[in-house]
């Protein structure tokens, strides 16, 4: 699922910054994902959280992405193709 549609079925608060060559998505998930790992599977970001699993899709656009999870706030760094 896209980053939209992620946020409007599952009800977390989510924030996308465009910049000139990079786009940055910030994912609150709560202070009880603090325990939360996070990956990049070719073109999804795959979130654990206890027992549950998120995904969402990256666009197509992207040749790189960065992911890091900090106080139950994940932050995707998506760098776009030159």
């Known amino acids: ?7 409007r079925e599952e009800g977390q608060l989510a924030r996308r910054y465009e910049y000139d060559d990079t786009t940055v998505m910030a994912v609150d998930f709560g202070t009880e994902a603090t325990d939360a790992s996070v990956d990049v599977v070719d073109d999804t970001v795959i979130i654990v959280v206890a027992d549950d699993q998120y995904e969402i899709d990256l ?8 992911t890091f999870m900090k106080n139950g706030v994940l932050t995707v760094e998506l760098e776009d193709e030159r």
């Open 1 to 7: 699922m896209t980053l939209d549609q992620f946020t």
């Open 59 to 66: 666009p197509a656009s992207v040749e790189d992405a960065h």
